[in-house]
């Protein structure tokens, strides 16, 4: 069965590393999406790509980046993580009913 | 900008008993709906949409929900909540042509016995 994993489940990282989440789909969708969640907000969302090569800012980017290289993968990178960006971050991905998001099971990344 | 408002935080059932939670949404067009369900350590499922035509949608799990425009409204409902439905229940809505979705809050459910 199509599936959308993320890797690590779980990371405790120092402040100033660099942290890299990772987010495999086999939907074979063309969109994916990536948004934290932290208590009181609800989701919000970090980045987007609509295919290969492409991505798109969205509402809190700072601190993090994004490159697509292939249709399945969408690395989130954090390029010097700050306590701030503690959360647990959630991969998604769409396809032909393209607002129609399917979602990872999530990874939970802690800032010390 | 469109926005998502679920009015509850945090509603309290008792097993059996019927359950609507509120959504209202914010946005000039037709909306694109959707009500996601995320169990504790979970992601979230998607338990319903509504694009268009019959604005009574039935999703999985027995879940229901109305849209209805001239409340800005889609409010999700089922009859009789089982102890499984305990979870946080999330409202969104796509925005234009971007397939960006924003979401509510949440709405934490709990369910008593």
């Known amino acids: 069965d199509a599936e959308i994993t993320q890797s690590p489940r779980h990371k405790i990282t120092e402040t100033g590393r660099q942290v890299t989440l990772a987010c495999h789909q086999t939907w074979n969708h063309n969109n994916m999406f990536w948004y934290r969640q932290d208590l009181g907000h609800g989701l919000r969302l970090i980045h987007y790509?609509?295919?290969?090569?492409?991505?798109n800012k969205g509402e809190v980017s700072d601190g993090y980046s994004v490159s697509r290289s292939n249709t399945e993968d969408l690395p989130l990178t954090l390029e010097s993580a700050a306590s701030s960006q503690t959360s647990v971050y959630f991969c998604a991905s769409s396809g032909l009913y393209a607002y129609e998001q399917y979602f990872g099971p999530g990874t939970r990344l802690t800032v010390t | 900008a469109q926005s998502v408002t679920q009015p509850d935080i945090h509603i309290t059932v008792s097993e059996g008993a019927s359950l609507e939670l509120r959504c209202n949404y914010s946005?000039?067009?037709?909306?694109?709906l959707f009500w996601y369900v995320q169990s504790p350590g979970q992601g979230l499922q998607l338990l319903l949409k509504y694009f268009s035509g019959d604005t009574l949608v039935q999703g999985i799990k027995g879940f229901e929900a109305e849209f209805k425009r001239s409340q800005s409204s889609f409010n999700l409902r089922k009859p009789s909540v089982h102890w499984s439905d305990a979870a946080e229940y999330f409202c969104a809505v796509g925005e234009g042509s971007n397939y960006k979705l924003t979401f509510g809050k949440g709405t934490l459910l709990t369910v008593n016995p």
């Open positions: 790509s609509y295919g290969v090569h492409d991505t």
């Open positions: 946005y000039g067009a037709t909306p694109y």
